[in-house]
């Protein structure tokens, strides 16, 4: 049972970086299309999702899960393979030949226990397998992983297009044709031979421990590293840690690999953001075509990076905070506001004022005012997920836009921030700490009329109450 359960586990999309917040988030507000037509199986799947709080739509067949995504894309859809009308691989292949759909990731539902099928599914775009009858704690671990990374990757591909809407980058270029460098970390050189046999199109370098594995990542351009779960010299979910810890400019993607009956370490390794898994005995097209995969959406992501970040160094940065400015937030938050009237999910917009921040530039000067700006801007980043987009707006003003959140969980949030700031004193210069509060208006995107100045003028509302019924709170205003 163990075997059929865990072959093909995983394929994550690469992620700019961890989240700072809880899953709950992601758990509370992601959408999944089951595409199937057996309502006892859409049932079975439905009521799992439902009890880890994602949001369920329902498909009976290929061409009406084709239908419904042209409408609105989901986070995830879960495919079986044996739909009626169109085959499952069929509607892979369109969900992925797409680009309107190509990001959302697909995972095959499927009785089928072999190595060519699950290839010529990986071939077809899928993102990963799910062998019935399902397992509800490898269910809900891999698609939370599959949907929180989605949302990092689709965030950084926003940021992307703004910039090109601005005139800063250009369009996304085809990555390929590059060299393709591989570390393989197992006790023994046998697992990095066997890898470079499977895999002569690569050069497959070998690693014996998790020291050297992270040190040759930090030094050595990676494309992905493959890891043992099974190694007994290499706490392989330590090693897992510590290369998702490495900042997103050097990072590789990750692909375990072991006994199927490992269960409870590849549920923690998927939690813990692997991108992928292949159990053994290792079939080499599947390996292959995991592998291509892989490495074509770290081209994809490190492009996109690249493009990021030579686009915010010039006309989009605040320089007195490092954060973004007023001029990349209107672009940004119009480009918010689409996306979620296209998914149909939601958005927050916050905006975070300093409490009597004249009086701190009267009583101390401009360089510890500017300090106490920082200090600010250094706390919003530390209290936002990667998704979030933090931009000075204003003298004394911050904003901050929260995709795929709900404003129960934004109100906390928004209350964290403002208990971090009311609790911490602020450096304005050496040996000299003052006390600073903040006043945050939470406004959401509500009916289909909204637009950037509404919701900002929502948002400057409910910061005005906030300050009017005595600073240092927390309100919200409703559409």
Same mark, same amino acid.
């Given at each position: 049972?163990?075997?059929?359960l865990?072959?093909?586990?995983?394929?994550?999309?690469?992620?700019r970086?961890?989240?700072?917040?809880?899953?709950?988030?992601?758990?509370?507000?992601?959408?999944?299309?089951?595409?199937?037509?057996?309502?006892?199986?859409v049932?079975?799947?439905?009521?799992?999702?439902?009890? *880890?709080?994602?949001? #369920? @739509?329902?498909?009976?067949? =290929?061409? /009406?899960?084709?239908? %419904? &995504?042209s409408? +609105?894309?989901?986070?995830?859809?879960?495919?079986?393979v044996?739909?009626?009308?169109?085959?499952?691989?069929?509607?892979?292949?369109?969900?992925?030949?797409?680009?309107?759909?190509?990001?959302?990731?697909?995972?095959?539902?499927?009785?089928?226990?072999?190595?060519?099928?699950?290839?010529?599914?990986?071939?077809?775009?899928?993102?990963?397998?799910?062998?019935?009858?399902?397992?509800?704690?490898?269910?809900?671990?891999?698609?939370?992983?599959?949907?929180?990374?989605?949302?990092?990757?689709?965030?950084?591909?926003?940021?992307?297009?703004?910039?090109?809407?601005m005139?800063?980058?250009?369009?996304?270029?085809?990555?390929?044709?590059?060299?393709? *460098?591989?570390?393989? #970390? @197992?006790?023994?050189?046998? =697992?990095? /031979?066997?890898?470079? %046999? &499977?895999?002569? +199109?690569?050069?497959?370098?070998?690693a014996?421990?998790?020291?050297?594995?992270?040190?040759?990542v930090?030094?050595?351009?990676?494309?992905?590293?493959?890891?043992?779960?099974?190694?007994?010299?290499?706490?392989?979910?330590?090693?897992?840690?510590?290369?998702?810890?490495?900042?997103?400019?050097?990072?590789?993607?990750?692909?375990?690999?072991?006994?199927?009956?490992?269960?409870?370490?590849?549920?923690?390794?998927?939690?813990?953001?692997?991108?992928?898994?292949?159990?053994?005995?290792?079939?080499e097209?599947?390996?292959?075509?995991?592998?291509?995969?892989?490495?074509?959406?770290?081209?994809?992501?490190?492009?996109?990076?690249?493009?990021?970040?030579?686009?915010?160094?010039a006309?989009?940065?605040?320089?007195?905070?490092?954060?973004?400015?007023?001029?990349?937030?209107?672009?940004?938050?119009?480009?918010?506001?689409?996306?979620?009237?296209?998914?149909?999910?939601?958005?927050?917009?916050?905006?975070?004022r300093?409490?009597?921040?004249?009086?701190?530039?009267?009583?101390?000067?401009?360089?510890?005012?500017?300090?106490?700006?920082?200090?600010?801007?250094?706390?919003?980043?530390?209290?936002?997920?990667?998704?979030?987009?933090?931009?000075?707006?204003?003298?004394?003003?911050?904003?901050?836009?929260?995709?795929?959140v709900?404003?129960?969980?934004?109100?906390?949030t928004a209350?964290?921030?403002?208990?971090?700031?009311?609790?911490?004193?602020?450096?304005?210069?050496?040996?000299?700490?003052?006390?600073?509060?903040?006043?945050?208006?939470?406004?959401?995107?509500?009916?289909p009329?909204?637009?950037?100045?509404?919701?900002?003028?929502?948002?400057?509302?409910?910061?005005?109450?906030a300050?009017?019924?005595?600073?240092?709170?927390?309100?919200s205003?409703?559409?």
């Open positions: 049972m163990f075997k059929s865990f072959i093909n586990m995983a394929r994550l999309s690469q992620c970086r961890t989240s700072r917040v809880s899953a709950q988030i992601v758990k509370m507000t992601a959408r999944v299309l089951i595409v199937d037509d057996m309502p006892l199986n049932a079975l799947l439905e009521a799992r999702l439902k009890a *880890a709080h994602f949001r #369920v @739509d329902k498909a009976r067949s =290929g061409p /009406e899960c084709i239908e %419904k &995504m409408q +609105a894309c989901p986070d995830l859809v879960l495919l079986d044996m739909t009626p009308g169109l085959k499952g691989f069929e509607v892979c292949r369109h969900i992925k030949l797409d680009p309107k759909t190509s990001h959302v990731p697909v995972v095959m539902v499927t009785a089928l226990d072999m190595a060519k099928d699950r290839a010529a599914g990986i071939r077809a775009g899928a993102d990963d397998f799910l062998t019935k009858p399902v397992d509800s704690v490898a269910l809900v671990a891999r698609v939370r992983s599959l949907v929180r990374l989605k949302m990092m990757h689709d965030e950084l591909l926003l940021r992307h297009r703004t910039l090109r809407d005139g800063l980058v250009g369009a996304e270029e085809t990555a390929g044709g590059q060299h393709n *460098a591989l570390l393989a #970390v @197992d006790d023994t050189p046998r =697992g990095a /031979e066997r890898f470079a %046999k &499977m895999l002569p +199109a690569h050069t497959v370098t070998h014996a421990d998790a020291q050297q594995a992270v040190g040759w930090m030094v050595e351009a990676t494309d992905l590293v493959l890891v043992n779960l099974d190694a007994q010299k290499v706490d392989a979910l330590e090693l897992c840690m510590a290369l998702q810890k490495i900042p997103a400019e050097r990072r590789a993607p990750v692909l375990v690999f072991g006994n199927p009956g490992s269960r409870e370490k590849l549920i923690r390794a998927l939690e813990m953001g692997v991108n992928d898994f292949i159990a053994e005995p290792i079939d097209s599947e390996l292959r075509a995991r592998v291509r995969t892989q490495i074509r959406k770290k081209r994809c992501a490190d492009q996109a990076r690249s493009h990021v970040q030579l686009g915010l160094s006309l989009v940065i605040d320089h007195d905070t490092g954060l973004h400015n007023r001029n990349f937030l209107t672009r940004h938050l119009a480009n918010q506001i689409q996306n979620a009237r296209d998914s149909g999910s939601p958005l927050i917009l916050k905006l975070v300093i409490d009597g921040f004249a009086d701190v530039i009267d009583r101390f000067g401009r360089d510890a005012a500017g300090r106490a700006l920082r200090c600010l801007a250094s706390r919003i980043s530390k209290n936002i997920r990667a998704s979030d987009v933090a931009a000075r707006t204003d003298t004394d003003t911050f904003a901050i836009v929260m995709p795929n709900d404003a129960k969980v934004a109100l906390n209350e964290r921030l403002r208990r971090v700031m009311e609790k911490t004193p602020v450096e304005i210069a050496e040996g000299t700490e003052i006390g600073l509060t903040v006043s945050i208006g939470v406004a959401a995107l509500a009916g009329r909204d637009d950037s100045h509404t919701l900002i003028q929502r948002a400057d509302m409910a910061l005005a109450q300050v009017r019924l005595g600073s240092n709170r927390v309100e205003i409703a559409a």
